[in-house]
């Protein structure tokens, strides 16, 4: 059994913005915009409120890169950014998850039922204070399955029908995947599993390693040796997928304890 750490939610490269985490230590969960606009997810950027905060996630930006280093659809701004559909992925309320990412296809393929997966974002504090990544839900495992490119239309067409909350089959035409050429996993899953209400886990430092010359976003000691870390690396600059050799019980218990979660505590290191 294992748990996989995946990284979720709007950044500076497709929203031009973190969600917010406040000084009470409630925070804001914002998916990444859509990367077209045919899908059948109904919720857009003007129309996802802010759980804490007044507005909704339009109020956060004036522009979107939906495709971010696709120089065929450039920014979306004014009228057409509060109608841009959202990529609701994961899904808390259906506690469903999908990816294409080659690093997280193979990690997430392994998962089995009791498993579980984590879900971190990048979230900054309206004071200003320096960003990080933090673990802001998860869920239990409960069916993973692949769709590869070789798949036959019928066998396509049941999993896409068997995960139809997934955001990846929201945006399936005729059954055919928006990456049609590259495996895509979808991972659906049950209680115990939910979007944290406040206090997330934070799991980065930032610092300038030794040898380096710029500061940089880490994977906090603590947090590896916690969550017993078995790959994934070091970096968090980017949003690699991590894989934890530990049960999904065993995960599950250390972030519901609210004794065991102070490894999140917010404190900065300088190296």
Same mark, same amino acid.
Request: net charge negative.
């Given at each position: =059994?294992?748990?996989?750490? @995946? ?23 914002? *998916? ?14 003007? &129309?996802?409120?802010?759980?804490? /905060? ?13 495709? +971010?280093?696709?120089?065929? %659809?450039?920014?979306?701004? /004014?009228?057409?950014?509060? &109608? ?5 992925? +994961? ?11 080659? /690093? ?8 089995? +039922? ?12 309206? &004071? ?14 409960? @069916?993973?399955?692949?769709?590869? *490119? ?18 990846? @089959?929201?945006?399936?035409?005729? /059954? ?9 996993? !979808? ?7 939910? %979007?944290?209400? $406040?206090? *997330?886990?934070? !799991? &980065? ?13 880490? !994977? ?16 968090? =600059?980017?949003? *690699? ?10 995960? $599950?218990?250390?972030?519901?304890? @609210?004794?065991?979660? =102070? ?5 900065? $290191?300088?190296?």
């Amino acid at each position: =059994m294992t748990v996989v750490l @995946a990284g979720i939610g709007a950044d500076s490269t497709n929203v031009g913005a973190l969600a917010p985490l406040y000084d009470d230590g409630r925070f804001e969960y914002v *998916p990444i915009p859509e990367k077209t606009r045919e899908t059948r997810e109904a919720a857009t950027l003007g &129309s996802w409120s802010l759980r804490h /905060g007044d507005g909704v996630a339009a109020d956060l930006t004036t522009r979107i890169r939906p495709r +971010p280093g696709d120089g065929q %659809l450039g920014a979306v701004t /004014g009228s057409e950014l509060e &109608s841009w559909p959202l990529h609701r992925d +994961p899904n808390f309320e259906a506690l469903t998850y999908g990816e294409h990412r080659p /690093g997280y296809v193979r990690l997430l393929r392994s998962l089995e +039922p009791g498993d579980a997966v984590g879900f971190y974002a990048g979230l900054r504090r309206p &004071s200003g204070d320096r960003a990080h990544r933090y673990l802001i839900g998860y869920f239990t495992v409960t @069916a993973v399955d692949e769709l590869t *490119p070789d798949i036959d239309v019928e066998e396509r067409e049941r999993l896409l029908e068997a995960h139809s909350t997934n955001a990846h @089959a929201k945006r399936a035409r005729e /059954g055919e995947l928006y990456h049609a050429e590259k495996p895509v996993v !979808l991972v659906d899953g049950r209680v115990p599993g939910r %979007l944290f209400d $406040r206090d *997330p886990i934070r !799991l &980065s430092d930032y610092y300038v390693k030794t040898g380096n010359q710029r500061a940089q976003y880490y !994977l906090r000691e603590s947090i590896a040796e916690a969550f017993s870390i078995v790959s994934g690396g070091t970096n968090m =600059m980017y949003k *690699p997928a991590y894989e934890c050799a530990l049960s999904g019980e065993a995960f $599950r218990d250390l972030v519901e304890n @609210a004794d065991r979660r =102070m490894i999140g505590v917010d404190t900065e $290191r300088n190296d």
